[in-house]
């Protein structure tokens, strides 16, 4: 996997002839400037195909902890459709689409498709979602989703999709419910899951 680099990520320059070069790590660099050679005459690496990659399934079946585990791994940005439209309306609550964000939400509406699809494709346009790819969790939902990601390009390479039995979501849900690390009340009812699972 390609090193990170950019803005707030440290790189160790070393000079060598005329040239400087840039490496991930002081081991790297000093194995480097023990035989440069050995690396200069290497074929050049294939370019980096970034990871575009969606996690689908039921609640509960643990979607967002192997989008995590992904993410960290391969250095790829980790998306749902919720922290999409957090992002737009925290950096660009002025813009036309940021606008019609809040219009819905202050009538305590949910967002509709279109407008959440657009939000994600904003959010792609993050660097490291350029360069390393992303990690789409639980999201698309809907066959209408779908068609709107393939209308806007969005398309993930690969899709997994969890199962689980819906009485073991009930269960989960009811563990997570007395976990000592939960603060905040969650959308996690029996009504609600029997809901997410018809749906």
Same mark, same amino acid.
């Given at each position: ?11 160790f ?5 005329s ?9 790297n660099? @000093?194995?480097?400037? *023990? ?31 192997l989008?995590?585990?992904?993410a ?5 940005l980790? #998306?749902?459709? %919720?922290?999409?439209?957090? #992002?737009?309306l @925290?950096? &660009?609550?002025?813009?036309?689409? %940021?606008?019609?964000? *809040?219009?819905?939400? #202050? +009538? ?9 699809i ?11 979602? &350029?360069?390393? %790819? ?10 209408? *989703?779908?068609?709107?990601m393939? *209308? ?7 899709v997994?999709? #969890?199962?689980?039995?819906s +009485? ?12 000592? @690390?939960?603060?905040l009340?969650?959308?996690d ?11």
């Amino acid at each position: 996997v390609q090193p990170m680099h950019g803005p707030g990520y440290q790189t160790f320059p070393a000079l060598y002839r005329s040239y400087v070069y840039f490496l991930s790590s002081t081991a790297n660099r @000093e194995l480097f400037m *023990q035989d440069p050679m050995t690396y200069l005459t290497q074929p050049s690496p294939k370019p980096v195909v970034p990871i575009r990659m969606a996690i689908i399934g039921p609640p509960k079946s643990g979607k967002t902890t192997l989008a995590r585990r992904f993410a960290e791994e391969y250095g790829c940005l980790r #998306l749902s459709i %919720g922290e999409a439209i957090r #992002l737009v309306l @925290e950096t &660009q609550p002025r813009t036309q689409l %940021g606008r019609a964000i *809040q219009h819905h939400l #202050l +009538k305590g509406l949910t967002v509709p498709d279109e407008l959440a699809i657009r939000a994600l494709e904003v959010a792609i346009m993050d660097m490291r979602s &350029q360069t390393r %790819g992303f990690i789409l969790d639980a999201c698309p939902v809907s066959r209408r *989703q779908v068609e709107l990601m393939t *209308q806007r390009a969005i398309i993930p390479v690969r899709v997994i999709e #969890l199962q689980l039995s819906s +009485k073991e979501v009930v269960t989960r849900a009811t563990l997570d419910r007395y976990s000592p @690390e939960r603060v905040l009340p969650l959308h996690d009812s029996a009504q609600i899951l029997t809901i997410k699972l018809a749906a």
